[in-house]
């Protein structure tokens, strides 16, 4: 279920999410820094979040993939 808020947040953004970005986010909605970078870190092994060169994070499916 997390990781399809995740994922519903990176979609909305529309862009590459940087990683202090995407904690704010998800601070506001009663997550703690910890639990964000776990989150990513379980979506970047399945595949469903990668990271770009600026280690800004965004869904594997995006156009914008390399």
């Not at 953004?13 to 909605?29: D, M, Y």
């Not at 595949?47 to 993939?65: F, N, R």
Request: net charge negative; aromatic share 4%.
């Amino acid at each position: 279920m997390e990781e399809a808020k995740l994922m519903d947040i990176l979609h909305d953004q529309r862009s590459a999410v940087a990683p202090e970005t995407l904690i704010k986010i998800f601070e506001n909605k009663g997550y703690a820094p910890k639990e964000v970078r776990v989150l990513v870190q379980k979506a970047l092994k399945k595949g469903l979040v990668t990271l770009d060169e600026d280690y800004c994070i965004q869904p594997a499916d995006s156009e914008t993939s390399h």
